[in-house]
């Protein structure tokens, strides 16, 4: 197999999303396979201190992998590897053979983002497709008043993680309010990903960074940082779970793929991180909601058809994703 399949794997399984958008894996060719390495120093030490995102988020990039690998008529072997490896984490092994047919979610890898935008009103079509995307490991919620309380529960989870001043100071490190920025199209969260006009990323800045405590002091923070407005129209809400004792990197590989799932069937999904990482929230929410006993929330998704037009993502370049 030629190097240059593998640069080509490696390339389209750099669209995987990554929590804030760390971009954590390294690729390394080594002979016919591929070792995927985490880049540590890319760690959220306030905000994922087990690491659990960044797992999640190196699965993520081995499924694309796998997937980008299957147009290549390859089907692909992953195997969890540890140890040291310079700079990085040894994670994963991935082995290709012949003879694979083109994943059917090969076509919406390089194209799934995430959409934080408003959504148009959803159609009767609408609900029935997103109520398809549901199954074992995925719950949906298409009740307009239990969207709500979702809408709800995400903002005052959000709210209770965001009062650590370490957490937003971590966010907003990853942050790009303005195209000046130098790691604007690299990395990172920049304005046009979150949706943000100029004025707003400022304030958003502002929000987050020294306007926080007296906001908050005057009962103003919470209000300004919700989003339930951007719960008005999405189709539904899904809820990603697990078996309790998955290791991460397998519920990525997975969360990748539903989310490629939700994208194929011609809708935009948010992330809503704060609803899995709440513990109370998470719990009753899987409650609420009849998550099978056993099974964790990994995460959960807001979905509905995007309103608005597509942007370029924010990504590391292919020499600096791919080590030596
Ligand atoms: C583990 C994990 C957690 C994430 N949490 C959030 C979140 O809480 N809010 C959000 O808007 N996006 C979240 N995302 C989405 C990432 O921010 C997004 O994938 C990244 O910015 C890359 O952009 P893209 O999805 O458009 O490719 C998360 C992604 C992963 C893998």
Redesign the pocket.
């Known amino acids: 197999m030629s190097a240059e399949v593998l640069r080509r794997v490696v390339g389209a399984a750099s669209?995987s999303?990554?929590?804030?958008?760390v971009q954590p894996a390294r690729w390394r060719i080594d002979g016919d396979t591929l070792v995927l390495l985490e880049d540590t120093s890319r760690r959220l030490a306030v905000g994922d201190p087990q690491g659990n995102?960044a797992a999640?988020?190196l699965g993520?990039a081995a499924e694309g992998a796998a997937i980008a690998a299957s147009g290549e008529g390859l089907a692909t072997r992953v195997e969890r590897i540890d140890g040291e490896d310079g700079d990085f984490r040894k994670v994963a092994r991935l082995t290709f053979a012949p003879g694979a047919a083109p994943d059917p979610l090969l076509p919406v890898l390089e194209m799934?983002?995430?959409w934080?935008g408003s959504f148009l009103a959803p159609t009767a079509q609408d609900r029935t497709a997103a109520a398809a995307l549901a199954g074992a490991d995925c719950t949906i919620i298409t009740d307009p008043a239990a969207i709500a309380a979702v809408a709800a529960a995400y903002d005052a989870a959000s709210y209770a993680i965001m009062r650590a001043p370490g957490f937003r100071a971590e966010l907003t490190h990853w942050m790009r309010l303005k195209r000046s920025h130098p790691d604007w199209a690299r990395d990172g969260?920049n304005a046009a990903?979150m949706q943000l006009s100029g004025v707003e990323a400022l304030a958003a800045g502002a929000v987050l960074g020294p306007l926080f405590r007296p906001l908050a002091a005057v009962g103003l923070a919470p209000a300004l940082l919700a989003e339930a407005k951007g719960f008005g129209k999405a189709v539904g809400v899904a809820l990603f779970h697990r078996p309790a004792v998955e290791d991460p990197f397998d519920s990525?590989r997975a969360?990748h793929r539903l989310w490629l799932a939700i994208d194929a069937a011609g809708f935009g999904a948010?992330?809503?991180?704060?609803v899995a990482d709440h513990h109370e929230t998470a719990s009753a929410l899987c409650r609420d909601n009849g998550v099978p006993v056993g099974h964790r929330l990994i995460?959960a998704f807001r979905i509905g058809r995007r309103g608005g037009q597509p942007f370029p993502?924010a990504r590391l370049p292919l020499g600096e994703v791919l080590v030596s």
């Open positions: 669209a999303p990554s929590v804030h958008n995102d999640i988020s993520a799934r983002a995430s934080r969260l990903a990525g969360f948010n992330v809503l991180a704060a995460s993502r």
